[in-house]
């Protein structure tokens, strides 16, 4: 303490002695945060615009962080992990990861217009206002890079892709101005403020559906060898009157309106559709979830059995499987969780019945 009372003041080391290689700023990386979106944000919180980091990087042309979504090159992983502390692996996470995603990714491309049957064109990536304008800091996810995601499960809305202003896609990695990622790049609307369109309960549901099996499959380990992709990506050439364009190549917008024009028996068709496999074991798992209507309505029973073994079954069953509007699908990761909390348990018991005997 000062011997005139007041403030004690301690001068410290300078940080860069004492982290020599780090950035200065903290930014840590958001859940499911994309790549991109989280260098945009480092290059900001440096006092460089996205576009200015890109040439620093030595990546710096075009759609530069949007490309090293698809595959980070070791280079980049070192340096971003020197730099900011956080591990490689988690750097590497933030990336669209294996191959069996990629047919599923919008294409790689922001200027926006029509193709060739008059439709509005698919752009690289996808918003939900809802979710931007409740980020401490906004960023982009990386499921709104698959066409199989349309809608924002949170908020109830369907997804965005262009900036309902300028019309244009989102384009943060050419923002050449010190401007947070929620501002067009193109005319500076803040993307918060637009309005996500709401759905009809159907086509939410099919929307849903689709995003459950693509998920599931790709958890499991075989959206790379099953017909899901291919069938997906068909679905256009099943609306009326049929198109011949792949589904990943249409907008938002018309990817939803290409699941009401199959009619007629939308609902029942669709289903037909998706369950069909050559392989049989998938086809038959693949059914159970597309006639229960989606992956947390199949895995209701299973929930149930677990919170019974769990003897945490003191509430009624639910009367409805509809899950409430904004509530959380069930995730597989907690699913599996509990299944093994079941048999860590039951090794438990199983133990202690076996001191006991003895
Ligand atoms: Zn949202
Ligand atoms: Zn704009």
Redesign the pocket.
Known sequence: MPKHGGPAIEVQPRLATLVPERWPAEVVPAQDELLSSWQHRLALAHGLSPRHFGDCLGFGAGAWSARLDLEAPATLLNLLHRQTGVCRDRIAAMTIGGRDWRPLLLPLRHSVGLDRAGQMCATWLQFCPECLADDEAAYFRRAWRRASVMTCRRHGRRLIDR?P??R?GLAPFNQRALAPQFQ?S????DLRRAQAPKLAAATRQAAELIDDLVRIEAAKGFLGRSALTERLLALPSLQDPPCDQKFSKLSTAERLRCLTRIEPGFDQRLRRHFWADPDPIIAAWRRTIVTAGGIDASLQPLVRRLARRLDIDDEPAPRSRKRAAGAPAAELTSLLAAYGAVHARRRLLDKQAARSKA
């Open positions: 900036c202003a300028c244009q067009c193109v005319c500076g609307f």
